[in-house]
């Protein structure tokens, strides 16, 4: 039934990945783009590295900034300390659309700022 329901949510999601801020690690949840999952280990499952990468091989230039300064660990921290989640929408260069979100792990603390990061299709 789990594995099921996974499936079944799981159908417009790229990928689920738990990033520690804190330590700089990428850890795949749910990969269901090799292009992505490529993309992480190539970057050692460094989580700078890989938002770098990911926004100069997938998005265009407008998008990638923005993007980037999103993604940066402070204001990622900053954003989750006020609300608990970020969500950013924007756009590949293949023209899909695509949702972000990022949300505290239960543990989520100073000490350890473990997030999990949510990168989903947007239909329409």
Avoid at 60 to 82: L, R, V
Avoid at 97 to 107: E, P, S, T
Wanted: proline content about 1%; overall charge negative.
């Amino acid at each position: 039934d789990q594995e099921e329901f996974i499936q079944i949510i799981s159908t417009n999601y790229l990928g689920v990945y738990a990033i520690n801020l804190n330590t700089d690690d990428v850890r795949i949840i749910l990969g269901t783009s090799r292009r992505l999952e490529n993309l992480v280990e190539e970057c050692e499952f460094s989580y700078s590295r890989a938002m770098e990468m990911y926004a100069k091989n997938f998005l265009d230039n407008d998008n990638a900034i923005e993007f980037i300064k999103i993604a940066d660990q402070e204001t990622i921290d900053k954003k989750i300390c006020q609300n608990n989640n970020v969500v950013l929408c924007y756009s590949r260069q293949d023209g899909v659309k695509i949702r972000l979100r990022v949300y505290q792990m239960a543990d989520y603390c100073p000490e350890n700022r473990n997030t999990v990061w949510i990168l989903e299709k947007i239909s329409g």
